[in-house]
T-cell receptor, first 111, second 112 residues
Framework: DVKVTQSSRYLVKRTGEKVFLECVQD?????MFWYRQDPGLGLRLIYF???????EKGDIPEGYSVSREKKERFSLILESASTNQTSMYLC??????????FGQGTRLTVV | QKEVEQDPGPLSVPEGAIVSLNCTYS??????FMWYRQYSRKGPELLMY????GNKEDGRFTAQVDKSSKYISLFIRDSQPSDSATYLC????????????FGDGTTLTVKP
């Protein structure tokens, strides 16, 4: 059974903190993605990676960075968390084919 | 204007009803049309997809694409309480679905 695992289900962080969201997939997929999901705005792509150490900006990269040192792991970094980054964060992976496999999501609250 | 617009809902129907979920889009380059289902506190899961125009059926679910009208639909026949979820349409120009453009989602509740 395919699996994308996000390290935390719920996180509460303070404004200005550096925040790391971790995602691991066990399907040997080349492609990994970070989205945020907000009511009325749907899923928006933050960053994606086609290979180890490769990354490309999505639609809303401002305030975020990513790291992919190993094929199975893709990290999203909030350099200095702000309240407008309170959201549900979803990691996904794909083999380049039509289906994206999503993790269960991390609900981040920045106070 | 958003590239993909989805009927906002929420939608509440009795068990056994036929449900229609709809999206419109503006990018004529979209070739792949997906429907994801997202249960509460879970990530989305691909339900089915269609390439270009036409219909595709999978059990109680039928996906329909009309590229001339830039309109897609998902029909659910004999709806069940277990169908209660948020349904997201998604579209992409190529096969790398992780780069899809998603609709906002329609939340469906099927009442027993």
């Amino acid at each position: 059974d395919v699996k994308v695992t996000q390290s935390s289900r719920y996180l509460v962080k303070r404004t200005g903190e550096k925040v790391f969201l971790e995602c691991v997939q066990d399907m040997d997929h080349e492609n990994m993605f970070w989205y945020r999901q907000d009511p009325g705005l749907g899923l928006r792509l933050i960053y994606f990676s086609y290979d180890v150490k490769m990354k490309e900006k999505g639609d809303i990269p401002e305030g975020y960075s990513v790291s992919r040192e190993k094929k199975e792991r893709f990290s999203l970094i909030l350099e200095s968390a702000s309240t407008n980054q309170t959201s549900m964060y979803l990691c996904a992976s794909s083999s380049g084919r039509i289906e994206a496999f999503f993790g269960q999501g991390t609900r981040l609250t920045v106070v | 204007q958003k590239e993909v617009e989805q009927d906002p809902g929420p939608l509440s129907v009795p068990e056994g009803a036929i449900v229609s979920l709809n999206c419109t889009y503006s990018n004529s380059a979209f070739q792949y049309f997906m429907w994801y289902r997202q249960y509460s506190r879970k990530g989305p899961e691909l339900l089915m997809y269609t390439y270009s125009s036409g219909n595709k059926e999978d059990g109680r679910f039928t996906a329909q694409v009309d590229k001339s009208s830039k309109y897609i639909s998902l029909f659910i026949r004999d709806s069940q309480p277990s169908d209660s979820a948020t349904y997201l349409c998604a579209m992409s120009e190529g096969t790398n679905a992780g780069k899809s453009t998603f609709g906002d989602g329609t939340t469906l509740t099927v009442k027993p």
